[in-house]
């Protein structure tokens, strides 16, 4: 027996601590550091919700151009603070130029991605959690 024994509550389902409506949810493995800084690592499984109405500063499992997904944080410009817009674009950058939405990699190593004319992005679902591996085997 174990010493913890004594301390057990209930048995968890993960199923029901992490996923919300298991008809949209499904699991991805990261392969890119692009969003190291959010705390996502090469090779962690994130689990992703197809039915959450994805938000300002959501991570986010975006389409391009109907061809290339990428995870990344949504940007949405009219939400943001001003502090974060000169972070983002300078202090003198012009208001005219700065896109509605886009999309903001969490690593130096990596570009944000701005839409140029004629592309398209579609969020097709948000990251909700990460699920690390900490003993590393």
């Known amino acids: 027996p174990s010493p913890a024994a004594d301390y057990i509550d209930k048995n968890v389902d993960l199923n029901d601590l ?40 959501s991570i986010v499992v975006a389409l391009i151009d109907d061809k290339d997904l990428t995870i990344k944080r949504l940007m949405i410009t009219a939400q943001m603070s001003k502090t974060e817009l000169d972070e983002a674009f300078g202090p003198n950058y012009p208001t005219d130029k700065i896109p509605a939405t886009w999309l903001k990699a969490e690593s130096p190593e990596y570009n944000n991605i701005y839409l140029n004319e004629g592309q398209s992005f579609q969020v097709i679902a948000v990251v909700t959690w990460n699920l690390k591996n900490l003993c590393n085997q």
Do not use: C, Q
């Open 18 to 57: 992490l996923i919300s409506n298991p008809n949209s949810t499904f699991l991805n493995v990261i392969k890119t550091t692009s969003m190291v800084d959010a705390g996502m690592e090469y090779g962690d499984v994130v689990i992703i919700d197809r039915s959450i109405e994805p938000k300002h500063r």
